[in-house]
């Protein structure tokens, strides 16, 4: 039989992806719960409503009896976790609501899936997982010379998001050595792709651009991230699933180190060719400079060696080429959706966010 699996924020950015991703290989049932805030977006699952393998329950985390429900219900054989508040700046305006969900709800989800994983007969028991999908902010910042993210850096997080996920993080690995859950963690560096929220780097200068709008720049630009598209992460996670060891963490990266400033520059290249822009010159010219964010992380880098030789993932796209993807998505299949997201309480962010920063 084909194995049912809890996804917990399948209605938004990666966990979407990977509930589409996972219902292509696989013909078991998949119960979304998504609490459906500002980032869980059901428009992000429009293609899944006539299918039957997809059940989505609205519901929070936080809800341990609903959460024990849909357990005692479904009998999956996993959870994964992509429910999270996941936006840095966002956490510095109201960090209590990511102490709520990725602290609180971690614990409320663990508790719940104790009690199920307990009560499974042993052939049950043995292939169950329980998988939080975390990130690479969580071990802080690097220097230029300091060599990447491993699974044994210590955790130093900067932000009250990063801190709120490193917590979590310490939770799921207590409860595999305390209680012995089959647990699994997977720290990924920034992921970009379809279905984002137009809060993050890449949809936000794309839709900037477009619209004839300033690209915000924090700072000089030069802060670094390794950048991996959504579906690579996706196809991680599901290979964690498959072969991980339980209690064992895995990086998750796409070797594509850039600057803030060379990203948009990308990007701006890209739109030069694909939607040229109105009148003449470069998309380029549309860059600002605004005073950097409080507390902002220099570089992030991903060593994601570990998964490579254990496991064989290695992701499949270049920066180049899933930018390009991304972008195409964006400009000629979705305009639609991006109409929707761009309503409502995300202008309200915007402008509260960028208030005041040019620099």
Not at 29 to 56: C, S
Not at 182 to 211: D, F, R, W
Request: glycine fraction near 8%; hydrophobic fraction near 35%.
């Amino acid at each position: 039989m084909q194995p049912t699996i809890l996804v917990t924020g399948g209605a938004g950015f990666i966990g979407a992806n990977f509930v589409y991703a996972w219902l292509l290989r696989h013909n078991g049932t998949l119960v979304n719960l998504d609490k459906l805030t500002y980032a869980g977006n059901p428009a992000n699952l429009h293609a899944l409503q006539a299918d039957p393998r997809h059940v989505f329950v609205r519901g929070d985390i936080c809800d341990r009896e609903l959460v024990g429900q849909l357990l005692a219900r479904f009998r999956p054989r996993y959870i994964v976790n992509f429910a999270a508040e996941s936006h840095v700046d966002r956490s510095i305006h109201s960090p209590e609501a990511f102490v709520k969900t990725n602290v609180d709800g971690v614990f409320s989800l663990l508790e719940a899936a104790l009690h199920h994983w307990k009560q499974l007969p042993q052939p049950e028991a043995e292939g169950f997982r329980f998988l939080q999908v975390s990130t690479d902010e969580v071990y802080g910042s690097l220097s230029a010379a300091e060599p990447a993210f491993s699974e044994t850096t210590p955790y130093r997080p900067n932000s009250p998001y990063a801190a709120s996920k490193a917590a979590g993080d310490h939770l799921v690995r207590a409860y595999h050595r305390t209680y012995g859950l089959p647990v699994l963690t997977t720290n990924c560096s920034n992921n970009y792709g379809p279905y984002q929220h137009p809060e993050k780097l890449i949809p936000l200068m794309l839709l900037s651009a477009l619209a004839g709008k300033a690209l915000p720049i924090y700072g000089d630009g030069a802060n670094i991230r390794d950048w991996l598209f959504v579906e690579d992460h996706c196809r991680a996670i599901e290979r964690v699933l498959d072969a991980g060891t339980p209690g064992q963490t895995y990086n998750v990266g796409g070797h594509n180190e850039k600057t803030n400033l060379e990203v948009v520059r990308t990007l701006c290249a890209i739109l030069d060719q694909e939607r040229p822009r109105p009148g003449s010159g470069s998309y380029r010219e549309q860059i600002r400079f605004v005073a950097d964010r409080p507390g902002h992380d220099r570089r992030y880098a991903v060593d994601a060696g570990k998964i490579e030789r254990e496991l064989g993932w290695k992701p499949l796209e270049s920066f180049e080429s899933g930018i390009r993807k991304s972008v195409h998505w964006y400009l000629s299949q979705h305009r639609d959706w991006v109409e929707q997201v761009l309503s409502g309480e995300y202008k309200e962010w915007f402008a509260i966010n960028y208030r005041g920063r040019t620099a």
